[in-house]
Structures are given as C-alpha cells and as structure tokens.
C-alpha cells in the first residue's frame, strides 16, 4: 500500500498540547508503561516488580485491567501500579489498549514514550534505557523486544517453547531493521507522535476504526500494528539489550490455542492489508510460504532418507551423514541457554522434531478458519 499525497494529507495529526520539557533528553523523555491484563493476578506482580529494576524507571506503570473475574487491579495497586479499568470493551485486548490511549495521547507531548507490553512478561534492567535511547537518536523507529520463556515447573511442553524462544532470539538480533517480523506483545515502545498518526490513519490509509491506535478486530494486534506503522514509512528495530521473559503455555491444549490464535491473526491481517511492498516480503506473505513450504519440506526429507535407507540398504552416503551431524550440533548449541534441560531435549532430536511437525496442525486449521471467516479467538490468561 503506497501512499498517495492525498492519503498523506488526510494522516495530518493536530499538533497535541506540548507538555512542558519537550525536547528533552533520554533521561528526561517521559515513559508510560501501558499493562493490558486479563485475569492476571498470578502475574502482575512480579511484572510490575521487573519495572521497579529499570536503570532507566518509568514514570508511570498503568494496568489496564479489562473484563477481569480476579482481583488483578487490586494486586498491580498494592504493587504501586496505577489501575485503568476498562468500561464496556469487546475489542479484546487491543480495545483495552485504545481504551487506556484515548486518555493519555491528547495530553502527551511528540517525545513521550508510551511501552505497552504483557502482563505475564518481565522486562531485563536495561531494555527502557535501551529503547528509549533508539527513539531518541530516531523518531521515525518503533522498538521492540525478544523474549524467552520464563522457567516455571519442569515439563516437556514448557521446555519445548523455550527452546523455541531461546533459538527464535538468536536469530532475531541478526536482523535488518527491514526484516524484524513483528513488535511482539512482549514489550513494544513508541513515540506518542508515531501512535497518534496511526489512529489517525485509522479508516482510511489503514484498517481500523477511526480514532483507534490498535485495530480492535485483530486478536494479533501487535503485528497488525507493525503492518500500520511499516506502512506509514517507519522502521521497526529490535536492539540488544531489549530482551524479555514471558509466560509459555503449560498444556498441549492451552499452546494450540495460543499458536491458532497467532496464526489466524496474522493471515486476517495480511488479507485485511493485501499484498504490497510492506506484507510481500519476509514481513509478510514469503514469510507463510515458507512456514508451510517447511512444514511439507521436513516430511518429504525424512520420507527420501528412511526410503534410501530401507530401499539400498547401504546407509547415508558421507555426505549426508556430515550434513545431518552439523545439523544435531547446531541443535544443540542454539539453545545453549535454555539450560541443561533445553540442551539434553535437543540432543535427543525427537521430541523437537515432533514438535516442529505439529505447527502443521495450527497452520491448516488457521487457514481454513479464515478462508470460512470464522471468528477471532478471544484474549485471556491462557
């Protein structure tokens, strides 16, 4: 989607009242740290805690809490968190987010900084400082995070998510600004500028109701709102130094529906956005492709080896025996950090390769609900 000079014109933001102190350096940029949050009270604590370590504090920690059937608003008070309770939202997560923007952006200045990130996620000591730097040097960045997954009770399924993240954060940081896939949830810092432009994009340049910063009828808000801003002619970046710890999913159960949830998510917003410069490429469409073109890749590999093996009788040529040895190394060393547990699941080939096999399940189901139009699945704890 290019822009035209018209639909530049009609993106235009009211200038917002300027708080006094604009212009002001890293140490002094404002920073609100917005915390959606559903049923959370296992959580919000120890989010709020992590904020509390920043090198670089914010100055403001709200909690949305939306729809909640705990007492989470109550916890993230008598953590020291100021509480936003949503009134009346259907949009999922992104309508609480809007919910709580409506308030803070007329009031901001250009330079203030809004970080909206998980309730379940806890923030390194520097990854404020970090961003906060990045939106400094370069307004027209939106900054993001890489995330690992925190080490809660022992299990295979939990293990295998981390493994996952551990080895997704690797590659992350190889990364052009112009390849970064998504501003994940995790944790997503922005200009207030850069956020009311979007909202008033909103309807006509880009999906979305009018007025709205996340587009409420996406449950994968965070890479709707990196499509938005890419479109608008910003650059998405994650640095070193902004790297998270977030919750993985306890039971088969509750993974599938979380990587279904993502899934949908993301094809409904690629077709919402159709294909252009910004959803062609690795960000987008080529991005699928290759997903699915893996998932039947890896079937067909082990088909031709075991058929090789069984029709010949010989064994693996040397080849194809160093090539699968470079492959059981890199396995191993790739999630080094994960711990001895994450290195002995990998050694053990298997259980990770059974694994990547069932992305298929989530990625035909997703297709098929949205070529049925089925609707989004609702955001929560699990």
Same mark, same amino acid.
């Given at each position: ?51 509390? *370590? ?5 100055? !403001? ?37 809007? !919910? ?17 990130? @998980?309730? @379940? ?75 009311? !432009? ?28 990196? *499509? ?26 509750? =993974?599938?529906? !979380? ?22 490429? =690795?960000?987008? =469409? ?49 999630? =080094? ?25 989530? *990625? ?19």
């Amino acid at each position: 989607m290019t822009l035209t000079a018209s639909a530049r014109q009609a993106c235009q933001v009211i200038p917002a009242f300027r708080m006094p102190g604009t212009g002001r350096g890293v140490s002094q940029m404002r920073v609100t740290v917005l915390i959606p949050a559903h049923n959370e009270r296992e959580q919000i604590a120890g989010t709020i805690a992590a904020l509390r *370590l920043q090198t670089r504090q914010p100055d !403001q920690i709200v909690v949305v809490a939306d729809n909640c059937g705990d007492d989470t608003a109550a916890v993230a008070g008598q953590a020291g968190a100021d509480v936003f309770t949503t009134a009346g939202n259907t949009g999922r997560k992104a309508g609480a987010i809007n !919910q709580a923007l409506a308030l803070f952006l007329p009031e901001a200045a250009d330079d203030d900084c809004v970080l909206v990130m @998980d309730a @379940d996620t806890e923030l390194n000591a520097h990854w404020i400082e970090t961003a906060a730097g990045e939106l400094k040097a370069d307004p027209m960045v939106a900054v993001g995070g890489t995330y690992l997954g925190k080490e809660e009770t022992p299990s295979l399924v939990r293990q295998l998510q981390i493994n996952e993240f551990t080895r997704a954060s690797r590659l992350q940081h190889r990364k052009s600004r112009k390849s970064v896939w998504c501003l994940s949830g995790t944790g997503t810092m922005a200009r207030a500028a850069m956020l009311r !432009q979007v909202a008033a994009c909103r309807g006509t340049v880009l999906p979305g109701r009018p007025g709205d910063v996340y587009d409420a009828e996406s449950c994968t808000e965070d890479f709707e709102l990196t *499509l938005a801003v890419r479109t608008l002619g910003y650059s998405c970046i994650i640095p070193r130094g902004c790297e998270s710890h977030t919750e993985v999913m306890p039971t088969v159960r509750t =993974w599938f529906n !979380q990587r279904l949830r993502w899934q949908q998510g993301t094809l409904e917003s690629l077709r919402d956005y159709g294909i252009t410069k910004v959803t062609w490429g =690795w960000q987008g =469409w080529a991005r699928q492709g290759l997903f699915h073109f893996r998932f039947m890749a890896q079937f067909l590999l082990w088909f031709v080896l075991i058929h090789s093996l069984l029709t010949t009788g010989a064994g693996f040529p040397p080849l194809i025996i160093a090539a699968l040895v470079v492959v059981y190394f890199e396995r191993i060393v790739s999630v =080094w950090r994960a711990g001895w547990r994450g290195r002995i699941l990998a050694a053990l080939i298997v259980p990770e390769f059974l694994y990547g096999c069932s992305e298929g399940a989530y *990625l035909l189901t997703a297709a098929y609900q949205v070529i049925r139009r089925q609707p989004l699945a609702s955001w929560g704890h699990l």
